[in-house]
């Protein structure tokens, strides 16, 4: 598999990781289906990315405004945002002209339970 050619992420896929703290070794199967999301995640573009459509209004952005946050060509967002996409971590939905990518709540929080150190700290 290519670096462009990340799976989908499934929501069966995102119910998968356990916390990596809870003492419990992730498995192969489990690990197979994260990477691609850190992956995904990491690249400062990316994360940069990710992080503005999440602070938008109701958690979406306009490809448009996205463009301008950069000084980057449109053909490099748009790869960036496809990766982003493909592993799951947003939704797009075309209206008009303009694409508007939201972040899909359920992937984040998947990837930020995996490092809940909540099963660390004394009861």
Known sequence: MSRTELPMLTDAGLACCTPLATGAAMSMQQAEQVAPLLKALADPVRLRLVSLIAAGAGGEACVCDLNDAFELTQATISHHLKVLHSAGLLDREK???????????????????????AALQPA
């Not at 694409?99 to 809940?116: G, I, K, Q, T, W």
Request: net charge neutral.
């Open 95 to 117: 209206r008009g002209v303009w694409v508007y990518y939201a972040v899909r709540p359920e992937a984040l929080s998947a990837v930020a339970n995996l490092f809940d150190t």
